[in-house]
């Protein structure tokens, strides 16, 4: 327990970010919408889960939020009272918006990544390839043709 509590302090000055445990943990802010008042561990621990996720996803404002919160266990949490507005807490943990995070970041890392725009252009550059060695291959027969017509009266 004390351990967790330490780690968390700990991660909170090195990331130079600290928590108000008094307002919602994921936005920080105070709004008119109320807070959800003693949470139980469950959510605490499903929380947590999905904010790991969602930033290893790179999903926009979790990435922020699980930095703020990196090295709070669920029980750290439970200790400090951390709570949080109803609304973020269930789109944080949307099953469905966690799956189009997922899509979202692997439609992401497959199109965006250099790796498919280099195989897009070798697959050009070898087309050019080979209609360039189909047009020398070309152009040479018909040279060797013209000599072999040519050949005898211009050599002298
Ligand atoms: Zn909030």
């Given at each position: 327990?004390?351990e ?19 307002q ?8 008119r919408?109320?807070?959800v ?5 469950d959510?605490?621990?499903k ?5 790991l ?7 926009g404002?979790?990435?922020?939020v ?16 951390a ?13 469905v918006s ?16 250099y ?14 390839m080979?209609?360039?060695q ?16 040519t ?6």
């Open positions: 327990m004390s967790d509590s330490a780690c968390c302090k700990l991660s909170v000055t090195k990331t130079n970010e600290s928590i108000d445990w008094n919602c943990i994921l936005c920080q802010e105070s709004k919408e109320t807070v008042q003693n949470p139980k561990i959510s605490y621990e929380l947590l889960e999905s904010l996720e969602r930033s290893s996803l790179q999903d404002e979790y990435v922020a699980q930095t703020r919160l990196q090295g709070c266990s669920k029980e750290t949490m439970l200790e400090a009272k709570t949080w507005h109803r609304s973020f807490y269930l789109n944080a943990t949307n099953q966690i799956q189009r995070a997922r899509d979202r970041f692997q439609h992401a890392m497959s199109t965006g990544k790796a498919s725009k280099n195989e897009d252009t070798n697959e050009q550059a070898r087309k050019r080979q209609a360039h189909l047009h020398q291959c070309h152009s040479l027969d018909l040279q060797q043709s013209l000599c072999q017509k050949g005898a009266s211009s050599v002298r």
